[in-house]
Each structure stands twice: as structure tokens, then as C-alpha cells.
T-cell receptor
Framework: DAGVIQSPRHEVTEMGQEVTLRCKPI?????LFWYRQTMMRGLELLIY????????DSGMPEDRFSAKMPNASFSTLKIQPSEPRDSAVYFC??????????????FGPGTRLTVL | TQLLEQSPQFLSIQEGENLTVYCNSS?????LQWYRQEPGEGPVLLVT?????EVKKLKRLTFQFGDARKDSSLHITAAQPGDTGLYLC????????????FGQGTELSVKP
């Protein structure tokens, strides 16, 4: 299995520009998670999906952030307009459904976003 | 306010030393996981503990879940440079699906 795939791996953009991060989860996994990691705040859950449906988006910082999952094999996280404080590493993770509360999450390699 | 507090945040030790990392919360969790993250990569699961008081061993790593399921510890015996990385604890609740809440992490550096 290729694991969780994220693109791009690095993104440098200017303030005000739109940024789109992409994720392909592991085939057969029902849950997909978007996280943001910074030195100050650690690893924060932004939003997660179950069977392509957003379940909890309480971690999304503000309306500039949006996430979609049009099908089981693809998700996007969009920031519009981007700001310097959005600079962070963004991770996508997927998890299989096993009927218990402690599903292992499989993380992608992350996208390092720098907003100038 | 961090729901899961990890300590210490940074730890630099010599090869062969022992260390313990703590993960504390005022909340009761259904389960707690420990992940390890290397630079430029995503976290990778090390272990999951579910039962209060549970102890799990993974080679030189020993994980314990507190009796009240509010805290956990990770003990490494005879640390090696290959143990260097960011260690993250993450709590889950049975009625929250697959959602995890992560601690801030402990950055461990083991020098040869």
C-alpha cells in the first residue's frame, strides 16, 4: 500500500493568495483527518470526515479555511485568502473503521506551507 | 488550554540513560495512544492502551495507562540515538468516533 499521499510537499505563497492542499487516503479507510502542526500549538485537529461526510469542523480556525471530500479517495483543504499566521505543516491522516474508539491513524508526510 | 499536558517538552540525554515522559489530563479517556514522529514525516503509532493500569512493552519502551485513565507514561530504558524524535500522546473517547486529541509532544534527543 502506498500509504497516505499528500501534495504538494512544500508550498510557498504570498499573503492573500489561495492555497489548496490535497490528500489521498489509504484505500478502504473510512475516516479522514486534517491536522495543522506548529511549534507553538502542537498538532491540532482541524476537521475530520467519516465516509466522505464532515463530522467535526470545530477546529477550523475561521472562514478562510474550507475542506471537502468529494469521494473516498480524495480530499482538499483550502485556505483563501492565506495569511502569514497560516504557515505550518499540514497533515492528512486516515483510519479504518473497526467499531472501537482507538483506531490507529495513518499519517501522510505533510505539506509544509509558508505564507510570506 | 491544552487538554493533554506532556512533560517534559524537551529532553536531551546521553546514550544508555533511562527516561520517562508523562502525559496528563483532567479528562478520562477511553483509550490513549503514543505516536513517534521523525523530522519531515508524519507521526507513527507506537502503542494503544485501553484498560486503566494497563502496561505494554515494546522492546525497550514501556507504556502505562493510569488507573483512572487520565494519564499515561512512556519509559525508555537504555536510550539509543535511534530513539531521537518527537513523542506524542493522544487521547480518544469511545463516543467520538476516530477523533484523537494530541498532547504538545516531547522532543527527545539522544546523543551518542
Amino acid at each position: 500500500d502506498a500509504g497516505v499521499i499528500q501534495s504538494p510537499r512544500h508550498e510557498v505563497t504570498e499573503m492573500g493568495q489561495e492555497v489548496t492542499l490535497r490528500c489521498k487516503p489509504i484505500s478502504g479507510h473510512d475516516y479522514l483527518f486534517w491536522y495543522r502542526q506548529t511549534m507553538m500549538r502542537g498538532l491540532e485537529l482541524l476537521i475530520y470526515f467519516n465516509n466522505n461526510v464532515p463530522i467535526d469542523d470545530s477546529g477550523m480556525p475561521e472562514d478562510r479555511f474550507s475542506a471537502k471530500m468529494p469521494n473516498a479517495s480524495f480530499s482538499t483543504l483550502k485556505i483563501q485568502p492565506s495569511e502569514p499566521r497560516d504557515s505550518a505543516v499540514y497533515f492528512c491522516a486516515s483510519s479504518p473503521i473497526t467499531g472501537v474508539s482507538y483506531n490507529e491513524q495513518f499519517f501522510g508526510p505533510g505539506t509544509r506551507l509558508t505564507v510570506l | 488550554t491544552q487538554l493533554l499536558e506532556q512533560s517534559p517538552q524537551f529532553l536531551s540525554i546521553q546514550e544508555g540513560e533511562n527516561l520517562t515522559v508523562y502525559c496528563n489530563s483532567s479528562s478520562v479517556f477511553s483509550s490513549l495512544q503514543w505516536y513517534r514522529q521523525e523530522p519531515g514525516e508524519g507521526p507513527v503509532l507506537l502503542v494503544t492502551v485501553v484498560t486503566g493500569g494497563e502496561v505494554k512493552k515494546l522492546k525497550r519502551l514501556t507504556f502505562q495507562f493510569g488507573d483512572a485513565r487520565k494519564d499515561s507514561s512512556l519509559h525508555i530504558t537504555a536510550a539509543q540515538p535511534g530513539d531521537t524524535g518527537l513523542y506524542l500522546c493522544a487521547g480518544a473517547w469511545y463516543n467520538q468516533g476516530g477523533k484523537l486529541i494530541f498532547g504538545q509532544g516531547t522532543e527527545l534527543s539522544v546523543k551518542p
